[in-house]
């Protein structure tokens, strides 16, 4: 089974420039996730997509952070402009409905790096 | 704010010794705690996880025991190898959500041969 796709791996950019993250599920999974993780932290939630609707967004600063799932499978989210303090790895997760012996199972991609200089 | 967190940042163990990684947390209504593995360059990998109701759940080498009472979560990694070198992390679910893991900040296991 292939797992959760995310690129590119690696993206280097100055302050002020935008960029975006691609992610694809695992195939069938309806939820979503975006997460980010700053260096020696653990992981923070973004947005969680149920197909293509979004569940909680509340965490994502909407001033510059946008993320979108349109067609309920792969899932894009951007940054405009970007900020030194968004040097970060965006992991994507993914996972079908939760089962009561696994609640916790989500299934990562190996995550962007972003460095913002 | 209510937070759950680690001990200890780096715990350092020989092969073949057992581990134990620990993890505090303060809100008491969480329904589920799980731990995660995260080698380096790679995303969370689900190891364990446990309901509130119980006190302990054991895997394959792995054993995460829950104590409501001090809210203390541990996991126990048995006859530990080079391979378990990571960081761990635990995560609570909260009620009333849409089972949303909320991640620790993490400790880092290193396995020497």
């Known amino acids: 089974e292939a797992g959760v796709a995310q690129s590119p791996r690696y993206k280097i950019i100055e302050k002020r420039q935008s960029v975006a993250f691609w992610c694809n599920p695992i195939?069938?999974?309806?939820?979503l996730y975006w997460y980010q993780q700053i260096l020696g932290q653990g992981p923070k939630l973004l947005i969680q997509?149920?197909?293509?609707?979004?569940?909680?967004d509340s965490q994502l600063p909407k001033d510059r952070f946008s993320a979108e799932r349109l067609k309920g499978v792969d899932s894009t989210l951007k940054i405009q402009p970007a900020k030194l303090e968004d040097s970060a790895v965006y992991l994507c997760?993914?996972?079908?409905?939760?089962?009561?012996?696994?609640?916790?199972?989500?299934?990562f991609g190996e995550g962007s790096r972003l460095t913002v200089l | 704010g209510e937070s759950v967190g680690l001990h200890l940042p780096t715990l350092s163990v020989q092969e073949g010794d057992n581990s134990i990684i620990n993890c505090a947390y303060s809100?008491?209504?969480?329904?589920?705690f799980i731990w995660y593995k995260q080698e380096s360059g790679k995303g969370p990998q689900f190891i364990i996880d446990?309901?509130?109701?119980?006190d302990k759940r054991q895997g394959q080498r792995v054993t995460v025991l829950l104590n409501k009472t001090v809210k203390h979560l541990s996991l126990q990694i048995a006859a530990t190898q080079p391979g378990d070198s990571a960081v761990y992390f635990c995560?609570?679910?909260?009620?009333?959500?849409?089972?949303?893991?909320?991640f620790g900040r993490g400790t880092s296991l290193i396995v020497h041969p």
């Open positions: 997760a993914s996972r079908t409905r939760p089962d009561p012996g696994r609640t916790g199972e989500l299934f």
């Open positions: 195939s069938g999974h309806a939820t």
């Open positions: 997509f149920q197909n293509n609707g979004v569940v909680d």
């Open positions: 809100n008491s209504a969480s329904d589920y």
């Open positions: 446990i309901r509130s109701n119980m």
């Open positions: 995560a609570e679910i909260r009620p009333g959500g849409s089972y949303i893991p909320t």
